[in-house]
Structure formats: C-alpha cells, structure tokens
C-alpha cells in the first residue's frame, strides 16, 4: 500500500495540483512544500492560462514565494541534480534573469559548467556587486575545470621517463627495475633463491625546454561557448609550462588579443562577448603576423569553420601559415560532452593542405601538443 501511494505522489508531482482530475497526497508536508516548489516554476508554462487553473482548482493558493525563497527551497528539497536542472530551466526557459542580477540569490546557485555558459551569455545584465558575485562564481568553475584538466596535461608534458636520474619520489610507475636489480645483487641470498632489497630505485621524470610559440585563436560566435570555456582554461594551463610562449586571441567579425590575460582563465572568460558574425581569414591574418620563427611555432585554429567572410580568404590565409613551417591545428567545435559540430567541406579542405584537423577533447589535445614537441 505504502508502495502505491509514493507512485501517487509520484504522479501528482508530475501533473500538478491543476491536473483535470486531481490526485491526493498522502499526509507528508514535505511533499506539499516539492509541489509548491516546482508549480513556482512551471506554472509558467500555462501562461495568461494560469490564473484561470488556479480559479479552477477551488481557488486555493499556497503563500507567495520569492526568487530567494524558491531557490532556497528548492535546495532543501531536491536532489543537487535536479536543482541544477530546474535552475537551468528557470534561466534558460522561463528566462528568470533576476537569479542574475540578485547578488544574494547568485551566491545560492550551483557552481557547475551549465551555470558558467549561461552567465557567459547574460553578463551583459549584470552590474555593480551582482557582477561581482558573477566573476567569483566563474573563478571557482574555471578553478575545478582546471585542477581536473592540469594533471592530465602534466603527464603529457612532463611524462617521459629520465633514466639517468634517480628520483626520490616512490611511484610505482617512476620504479627503476634493472637498477634496483642491479645495486641489489650483492645482497643476494643464495640459500634460499631470493633477493633482498635494501634500496628501490626510482627514476625522475625529464623536464625538457623547447622555446615554442603556440597561438591559440577561438571563435566566439553564439555556437562556440563550449569551446571557448575548454580554450580559455587550457591557454591558462599552457601559460604555465615554461617551453611555451602562450598567445590567446578571439574573434567573431573582429579580433582581440587576450594574450595579455592569458594566465587568468577568468579575465579571459569574462571578456568574450558571444555572438555576432565570424571571420576565421581575418583572425588567422592576425596570428600569422604573431609568428616569428615558424618552425617552432603551432597556429591552434578552435572553430566550427562556419565562415562569414569567404572560403577562399579562409583557405587562402591557412596556406600561408602551413607553408611557412609553422604548424597549423585546427580544432572542430566541441560542446561538454564532446560532440562534434564543424563544417566538415571546410574542414576536409584544410586537412588536405596539410593542417592537423580533429575534434580533440582539451585531454588529446595536451598530448599531441606534446608530441610535437
């Protein structure tokens, strides 16, 4: 019985209190509190209709909430999960932008990737301390996105084995066998077949310096955010490594140079203006003029090759940057769960002049930046 009433509640939940045949819930106030919660937000489904279900319903009508009051409640009775989604909905949907311009109602958002792209897009809304909370929120997202990328292209860079030098850090990946074999030898115990091991020798890993330059150039038409979060927080990782000489520059029709910015992920992230036209030719004429020496330069191209002011300007740029020596990436727009979206004519036309072209995930893309060098 128990049973068949949570699938009741289950139900009225999902219909709401002005389902044309009402169900009952059991005695739970918790369960009063979900529906008030979720008929906050999508009641406005209904429309100029609502007001007439509510009539129809028998008039009666839980106490006003607030945006504060609603997010606060939400919190309490949800799962993060489902709190992340039904914010989403509110600002995405229901176009509830006083969650943005609320410093205190901002403070109580989750901090996840969704809530990163849509402050993106609608920071232009926001002002004085509401711009502030903004900016923080965007820190401590670009923070988690980076802390969880930087290992990875730490390992790519710096993991290569030196087995001239011995390492006094214990990893069990780092452990240097035949050494260990070896300066152990004379410790062998012949009576019972075994070798005693006093010292384990670890290797270190190689630290090598090549003078690169890489520019990175990131389209920020409407369809790209995805893209340049994932750029934004890797030029921050690359501006570490002391090999690189890290360039940054975005464009849509026109051209900026962040280069200045690129170790603050934020800066960078809180500078990009969505939308607008695209002008890859214009933008990769920019960074041609940033290479010095070719042969050691890497011209990385994020972009879904959509381009606004002619493919053969396009093509044409490109050619003069492969030709020179410098190498040319050109990286297919990728949204979060990487999936690749890029004209593909454009792309197979740059592949065949000789540019590296893939939908790499920020991960493939520290690897084979290290390959390269």
């Given at each position: 019985?128990?049973?068949?009433?949570?699938?009741?509640?289950?139900?009225r939940?999902?219909?709401?209190r002005?389902?044309a045949?009402?169900?009952?819930?059991?005695?739970?106030?918790?369960?009063?509190?979900?529906?008030?919660a979720?008929?906050?937000?999508?009641?406005?489904?209904?429309?100029?209709?609502?007001?007439?279900?509510?009539?129809?319903?028998?008039?009666?009508?839980?106490?006003?909430?607030?945006?504060?009051?609603?997010?606060?409640?939400?919190k309490?009775?949800?799962?993060?999960?489902t709190?992340?989604?039904?914010?989403?909905?509110?600002?995405e949907?229901?176009?509830m932008?006083?969650?943005?311009?609320?410093?205190?109602?901002?403070?109580?958002l989750?901090?996840?990737?969704?809530?990163?792209?849509?402050?993106?897009?609608?920071?232009?809304?926001?002002?004085?301390?509401?711009?502030?909370?903004?900016?923080?929120?965007?820190?401590?997202?670009?923070?988690?996105?980076?802390?969880?990328?930087?290992?990875?292209?730490r390992?790519?860079?710096?993991?290569?084995?030196?087995?001239?030098?011995?390492?006094?850090?214990?990893?069990?990946r780092n452990?240097?066998?035949?050494k260990?074999?070896?300066?152990?030898?004379?410790?062998?115990?012949?009576?019972?077949?075994?070798?005693?091991?006093?010292?384990?020798?670890?290797?270190?890993?190689?630290?090598?310096?090549?003078?690169?330059?890489?520019?990175?150039?990131v389209?920020?038409?409407?369809?790209?955010?995805?893209?340049?979060?994932h750029?934004?927080?890797?030029?921050?990782?690359?501006a570490?490594?002391?090999?690189?000489?890290?360039?940054l520059?975005?464009?849509?029709?026109?051209?900026?140079?962040?280069?200045?910015?690129?170790?603050?992920?934020?800066?960078v992230?809180m500078?990009?203006?969505?939308?607008?036209?695209?002008?890859?030719?214009?933008?990769?004429?920019?960074?041609?003029?940033?290479?010095?020496?070719?042969?050691?330069?890497?011209?990385?191209?994020?972009?879904?090759?959509?381009?606004?002011?002619?493919?053969?300007?396009?093509?044409?740029?490109?050619?003069?940057?492969?030709?020179?020596?410098?190498k040319m990436?050109v990286?297919?727009?990728?949204?979060?769960?990487?999936?690749?979206?890029?004209?593909?004519q454009?792309?197979a036309?740059?592949?065949?002049?000789?540019?590296?072209?893939?939908?790499?995930?920020?991960?493939?893309?520290?690897?084979f930046?290290?390959?390269?060098?």
């Open positions: 019985m128990a049973d068949e009433q949570e699938i009741m509640n289950r139900w939940l999902a219909l709401g002005y389902a045949e009402q169900i009952s819930f059991s005695d739970d106030l918790r369960l009063v509190d979900m529906e008030q979720l008929d906050y937000l999508y009641s406005r489904e209904y429309g100029d209709e609502q007001e007439i279900r509510k009539e129809r319903s028998g008039g009666k009508e839980d106490s006003k909430l607030s945006v504060p009051g609603w997010l606060a409640k939400v309490t009775l949800f799962p993060k999960r709190v992340e989604i039904m914010e989403r909905h509110a600002l949907k229901y176009n932008t006083e969650l943005l311009s609320d410093p205190e109602v901002l403070k109580k989750e901090p996840n990737k969704e809530l990163l792209k849509t402050i993106l897009s609608l920071k232009h809304l926001m002002k004085g301390e509401a711009l502030n909370v903004a900016r923080e929120l965007v820190k401590r997202i670009a923070d988690e996105l980076m802390e969880k990328l930087e290992q990875d292209f390992k790519s860079f710096f993991g290569r084995l030196n087995r001239s030098e011995s390492s006094p850090v214990r990893s069990a452990l240097d066998m035949k260990t074999i070896r300066m152990n030898l004379k410790n062998y115990d012949a009576e019972n077949g075994q070798l005693l091991l006093k010292q384990v020798y670890f290797s270190a890993r190689m630290k090598k310096y090549n003078q690169w330059r890489i520019v990175i150039c389209d920020e038409s409407g369809s790209m955010i995805d893209s340049v979060i750029s934004a927080v890797m030029a921050g990782i690359f570490k490594l002391p090999m690189l000489d890290t360039k520059v975005i464009f849509d029709t026109n051209v900026v140079d962040l280069s200045g910015y690129v170790s603050d992920p934020v800066e992230l500078s990009v203006q969505l939308g607008g036209g695209t002008n890859i030719a214009g933008a990769l004429a920019y960074c041609e003029s940033l290479i010095e020496f070719p042969y050691r330069t890497m011209v990385v191209l994020v972009s879904d090759l959509y381009e606004g002011g002619g493919y053969n300007n396009l093509f044409s740029v490109s050619k003069g940057i492969i030709e020179s020596g410098a990436v990286l297919t727009a990728l949204d979060m769960e990487a999936n690749p979206n890029y004209d593909r454009a792309a036309m740059l592949a065949e002049m000789g540019a590296v072209v893939g939908a790499m995930t920020p991960e493939e893309l520290g690897e930046v290290s390959r390269v060098l």
